[in-house]
Nanobody
Framework: VQLQAYGGGLVQAGGSLRLSCAASGFIVSFNTMGWYRQAPGKERELVSSITTGGSTNYANSVKGRFTISRDNAKNTVYLQMNSLKPEDTAVYYC?????????WGQGTLVTVSS
């Protein structure tokens, strides 16, 4: 199993970024996938998830601003982030949900300046 998150960077408040998570070793559409983030000094939290059937869920803090999606042909999961806020600053990770042992992969840093 390999998960490579990328697309992070430095953006001003109000800006947008699209994160990508390229998976190998398994099929993303056969799994519930989640985007997580960990801000400095805080615990890792689930930001959004997408089920095998395509149902999506979002943390209240990002609802209406973030959109999770996947491209089955590319075996990739995305997180479109709009109207970014400084409190969105964190390292973002993608992961299969409900699969053990857990594999986190390398995250991507998102920094939102005020």
């Amino acid at each position: 199993v390999q998960l490579q998150a990328y697309g992070g960077g430095l953006v001003q408040a109000g800006g947008s970024l699209r994160l990508s998570c390229a998976a190998s070793g398994f099929i993303v559409s056969f799994n519930t996938m989640g985007w997580y983030r960990q801000a400095p000094g805080k615990e890792r939290e689930l930001v959004s998830s997408i089920t095998t059937g395509g149902s999506t869920n979002y943390a209240n803090s990002v609802k209406g601003r973030f959109t999770i999606s996947r491209d089955n042909a590319k075996n990739t999961v995305y997180l479109q982030m709009n109207s970014l806020k400084p409190e969105d600053t964190a390292v973002y990770y993608c992961k299969q949900i409900g699969v053990f042992p857990e594999y986190w992969g390398q995250g991507t840093l998102v920094t939102v300046s005020s």
